[in-house]
C-alpha cells in the first residue's frame, strides 16, 4: 500500500462498513481526501432486518448489499477487506488482517465504528447453544436451526422429543426479540401450517424471555404493554422477570424474581439480549485514557473525539455519550458529523458545536400488518405503525435493485404465506451440531475439517 | 413410522429431490397410494441455473424451493429428510439417516432417483482445490472463492501473485463449464469493473479447459464453435484437448495432446467435468445383478425397472439407458414414467411401452443475451437462443414467486451490471483454506470446529 500512503492528500481510514463508517465514507465524497474504509465483511449489513433472513423472508443479499458496489462511483473512497487487529494511536496507522494477511495503513483522520457484538453476560459458552442476531452468519445459522428443529420434530419418535424440537425460546424482549419471536409464531403458525405430516407446526411454543417487568422496554409502558398483548393473540409466551441461568444444548434455565427455578426444554434458542462494543473500544480506552461503560463502549468527548486525539472520532454502537442508545440513527447521524468535522478542519473552518443526536424515533414490528412506532411524543400501534415501519425501511434498504425484489418477498409473506428463502446450506455447520446429539439416540458426529468436506464434496449426492 | 407402515394403501417411496424424484412424487398426486419421499436437502434444486448462484445472481431460494412447500398440498405425500444409507430389495426397506437418527421406512414400490455428483476420475484430492457444481454448498463455495480472489488481490502485493488470484480455470467445457466461464467473465469485465482501486478486474484471465478437440460436444461442432467464438469475444482463453493431471492450492498441470506439459498458476478453480451416479446404483446393481456403466449408472430394462424388481424404478442421472444423457428432461420424463407405471398396475391395466425420451433439445447460456440451442434438427444462437433459454427456465422455475423475484434479478445483472447476491458468509470455510496459505505470507489456520465457532460468535464483530 506504501505508494497510495505517499498522497499528499487528507488520509482518511474509516473503520468498519456498518451505518457509521458508510455514511461517513459516502458523507466525504466531494472532500479532497482519500478514504480507506477497512471492513471485516465485503457487505454493507442492514442489521434491522436481520431477523427476516434468519426467519426465511429475505435472501442475505437483500439485507447486504457489496460495500463496493455501493461506493463504485466514489473515487476517493477505497475498500479494504480486514479484520482490524491494532490502532497504532501515536504513529496513527491501523493494522488489519485477511486470511493471514497483515497490511498497515495510516491515517491522518480515523473514524472507528466497529459496533457492537452479542453479550452473554460473561457466559460465552452460552452462545454455542443459543446464537445471537448480529451478523448474517448468525441469521443463515438460526435459519438453519429454525426450519431444522421442525424437519427432525417431524422425525422424532417421542412426544417429548417432539415437544423440545417444536419449543423455540428467544431471549431478550428488546425490537430483534420481539420481532424473532412474532416471526418464528408466524412461520409455525402460517407459514409451515400445511407442510409436515407427522407434527403440526402449530402446535409450537414461542416463548419470549426477559429479566425487564416489561417487553420493548424502551417504547414506553403503554406500547410495550399492547406489543405484548399483540404477541400473546398470535401465541408468543412472553415470560417477564425471568433470568437467564443456564443454557445447554436441550433446554434454557431460568430464575424468576421469586429466586424460583424453571426449566425450559427446548433445542432451538435465539439470543438477543445485550450487547458488548467492539474489543477496539478497549484497545483505544487503553491507548488515549478514554473511560469505558458497562457495556465496554468507549467514552467520547461531545465531538466524539478522544481525549488529546481529535483527529479519531468513535461512532455508533461502540461510541458512549450522554447513554445515546446503540441504534442506526445514532451511528448515521455521528459518522456524518465525523465526516463534517474532518471537511472543515481541511477548510481551516470553526469546528461545529458538540454532535447532536436528533431523534427520529424508534419502531418495531410484531408481525406483517402490526408494528409499534414512537416519534417524538407521538405513540402509534397496529397497521398504520406497520406501514410506517414499511415505508421507512424501503427508503433505507440501500440500492434500488434491493428495494424491488425486497418488496416482492415481502408480499410473498405478508399477502401469501409463502417464504421464498427457506433454503438451508450443509455448511450451516453450527445447526448440525446443535441438534446432532440429543439423547443416546443420537450419534455425536466429529466437527468436519475443511479435508473431510473435500471427501465429502466429491462424493455423488443422493439427491 | 411403524404406525404408517400398517396403512392399507400401496406404500411409494420416492428417493432424492431433484427432477426425477419430485416428478415422479406428483405424478402420484391423484393416485391412491401413499408417498413417501426421502430427500438429503430441504430444497429442490434446479441445477440448471446453480452457476448464476455461484456468481452473485441469483439467491440460493430463487433456484431452490422448499420441496414440503411444493409438495404441501398434495396430502398423499411426505417428504421425510435424510441420507439413505441402505436399500433392502428382499425386505423392500429403504434405510435413512438425519443427523445421526436412523429410520427405517418400507415400501411397495420404490422410486430411485438420486442423481449424481461430481466426478474427479479417480483424483478426489482435487475436489478441496477445484470444487464442482452439483449443490448449493458448492455454488456458494465458489461464490465465496471467486468474489474472494479480487478481494484477495486488491491486497496483494506482487504481480504474481495477483495474476495468481486473477486467474480463473473453469475445467469441463459442458454447459455448466461453459456458463461458468461465461459468468465469470461478465462478472470481472462488467461487474466488478468499477469497484476495486488498486487491481483492474478486468484483467482477469479465466481459462475454460476440456481434453476434448471442441467445446459443447453434444451440441455439434457448428454451435460448439460459434459458442466459442463468442467466449473468446468476451474474453475466455478457451484451451482444448488440454487434460488436466494435477491441481493444487496456487495452480493446476494439464497435459496438451502432444504430451507436452503446462502450469497454470490459479488459485480458483471451477471442476465441471464429470459426473458419476450416486452410490446407491452400485448398491442396487449389487442386489439385483444389474449392470454399471463407466459412470457408475446401473443399466435398468426398458421399462426402468430393475432385473426381477418390477417394483424398483430408477430414474434420471444415476439410470443407464441407450445413453440417454444426465439432463433434467430425462429425470423429468423417467419420473413421470414411473409414477404412471405404478398407477397402471395398480388398477391392473397393460404397462405402458418401453419408456421412450422424447428429447426437447438442449440449451446454453453464453452471456446475457447470447445463447446456443439445438432443438430437434434445428439449431439456433445468438439473442434468439437466448431468448428461448430465458422463457424456457422462466417456466421451469418452480414457483411464482421465484419467477418473479428472479426476473428481477436477471434484469438487474442483465439490463444494468450489478449483482444482488453477492454476500460471501464466514461459513465458506473452504473458500477461506482455499486462500489461506498462498506462500509462507499467510499463516495456516486450524481447521474450524464448532467450539471454536461458538467462541467467535461471542466476540463482537468489527463490522
Given at each position: 500500500m506504501s505508494t497510495k500512503d505517499s498522497s499528499r492528500r487528507h488520509r482518511v481510514v474509516v473503520i468498519g462498513s456498518g451505518f457509521g463508517g458508510l455514511f461517513a465514507t459516502q458523507r466525504?465524497?466531494?472532500?479532497?481526501?482519500?478514504?480507506?474504509?477497512?471492513?471485516?465483511?465485503?457487505?454493507?449489513?442492514?442489521?434491522?432486518?436481520?431477523?427476516?433472513?434468519?426467519?426465511?423472508?429475505?435472501?442475505?443479499?437483500?439485507?447486504?448489499?457489496?460495500?463496493?458496489?455501493?461506493?463504485?462511483?466514489?473515487?476517493?473512497a477505497r475498500v479494504l477487506l480486514g479484520e482490524v487487529t491494532r490502532i497504532d494511536v501515536k504513529a496513527r496507522t491501523v493494522t488489519h488482517e485477511y486470511v493471514g494477511r497483515e497490511t498497515v495503513t495510516p491515517y491522518d483522520s480515523l473514524v472507528v465504528a466497529a459496533g457492537a457484538g452479542q453479550s452473554y453476560f460473561g457466559n460465552d459458552q452460552f452462545a454455542r447453544h443459543a446464537p445471537g442476531m448480529k451478523s448474517?452468519?448468525?441469521?443463515?445459522?438460526?435459519?438453519?436451526?429454525?426450519?431444522?428443529?421442525?424437519?427432525?420434530?417431524?422425525?422424532?419418535?417421542?412426544?417429548?422429543?417432539?415437544?423440545?424440537?417444536?419449543?423455540?425460546?428467544?431471549?431478550?424482549?428488546?425490537?430483534t426479540g420481539v420481532e424473532m419471536a412474532g416471526q418464528i409464531a408466524e412461520l409455525a403458525h402460517r407459514t409451515l401450517s400445511r407442510d409436515f405430516r407427522r407434527i403440526d407446526p402449530r402446535d409450537a411454543r414461542i416463548?419470549?424471555?426477559?429479566?425487564?417487568?416489561?417487553?420493548?422496554?424502551?417504547?414506553?409502558?403503554?406500547?410495550?404493554?399492547?406489543?405484548?398483548?399483540?404477541?400473546?393473540?398470535?401465541?408468543?409466551?412472553?415470560?417477564?422477570?425471568?433470568?437467564?441461568?443456564?443454557?445447554?444444548?436441550?433446554?434454557?434455565?431460568?430464575?424468576?424474581?421469586?429466586?424460583?427455578?424453571?426449566?425450559?426444554?427446548?433445542?432451538?434458542?435465539?439470543?438477543?439480549?445485550?450487547?458488548?462494543?467492539?474489543?477496539?473500544?478497549?484497545?483505544?480506552?487503553?491507548?488515549?485514557?478514554?473511560?469505558?461503560?458497562?457495556?465496554?463502549?468507549?467514552?467520547?468527548?461531545?465531538?466524539?473525539?478522544?481525549?488529546?486525539?481529535p483527529e479519531i472520532f468513535v461512532v455508533g454502537d461502540m461510541m458512549a455519550l450522554d447513554s445515546l442508545p446503540g441504534v442506526a440513527q445514532v451511528a448515521i447521524q455521528g459518522g456524518r458529523y465525523a465526516a463534517d468535522q474532518i471537511v472543515r478542519r481541511l477548510a481551516g473552518e470553526a469546528p461545529q458545536r458538540s454532535f447532536r443526536y436528533v431523534d427520529k424515533g424508534s419502531m418495531a414490528t410484531i408481525s406483517r400488518f402490526s408494528a409499534v412506532a414512537s416519534i417524538g411524543k407521538a405513540r402509534f400501534s397496529g397497521f398504520f405503525a406497520w406501514l410506517l415501519w414499511l415505508g421507512i425501511h424501503l427508503l433505507y434498504i440501500i440500492g434500488f435493485k434491493h428495494?424491488?425484489?425486497?418488496?416482492?418477498?415481502?408480499?410473498?409473506?405478508?399477502?401469501?404465506?409463502?417464504?421464498?428463502?427457506?433454503?438451508?446450506?450443509?455448511?450451516?455447520?453450527?445447526?448440525?451440531?446443535?441438534?446432532e446429539d440429543l439423547g443416546d439416540r443420537f450419534r455425536p458426529e466429529l466437527p468436519r475439517v475443511p479435508g473431510d468436506r473435500a471427501d465429502e464434496q466429491s462424493q455423488p449426492p443422493p439427491d
Open positions: 466525504l465524497k466531494r472532500a479532497a481526501v482519500d478514504v480507506t474504509l477497512i471492513a471485516r465483511t465485503t457487505h454493507h449489513l442492514f442489521q434491522p432486518l436481520l431477523y427476516q433472513v434468519a426467519t426465511g423472508i429475505l435472501s442475505e443479499g437483500e439485507i447486504a448489499p457489496s460495500t463496493r458496489e455501493v461506493l463504485a462511483r466514489q473515487r476517493n448474517i452468519d448468525d441469521a443463515l445459522e438460526l435459519r438453519g436451526r429454525i426450519f431444522g428443529s421442525f424437519e427432525l420434530a417431524e422425525l422424532a419418535s417421542t412426544p417429548a422429543e417432539i415437544e423440545r424440537l417444536m419449543t423455540f425460546v428467544v431471549v431478550g424482549a428488546g425490537p416463548i419470549l424471555l426477559d429479566a425487564a417487568p416489561q417487553i420493548l422496554g424502551s417504547f414506553g409502558e403503554k406500547l410495550g404493554g399492547r406489543a405484548r398483548r399483540r404477541l400473546e393473540r398470535m401465541g408468543v409466551e412472553v415470560r417477564l422477570g425471568a433470568k437467564v441461568v443456564d443454557v445447554d444444548l436441550t433446554g434454557i434455565d431460568i430464575e424468576h424474581t421469586d429466586g424460583t427455578r424453571e426449566r425450559i426444554e427446548s433445542v432451538c434458542k435465539v439470543w438477543a439480549a445485550g450487547v458488548s462494543a467492539s474489543p477496539l473500544a478497549a484497545h483505544l480506552a487503553e491507548q488515549t485514557g478514554a473511560g469505558l461503560d458497562r457495556a465496554g463502549r468507549v467514552e467520547v468527548l461531545p465531538d466524539l473525539t478522544l481525549p488529546d486525539h428495494r424491488i425484489t425486497t418488496l416482492l418477498h415481502w408480499a410473498i409473506s405478508f399477502v401469501g404465506r409463502g417464504r421464498a428463502e427457506r433454503v438451508v446450506t450443509q455448511q450451516q455447520v453450527f445447526a448440525r451440531t446443535a441438534i
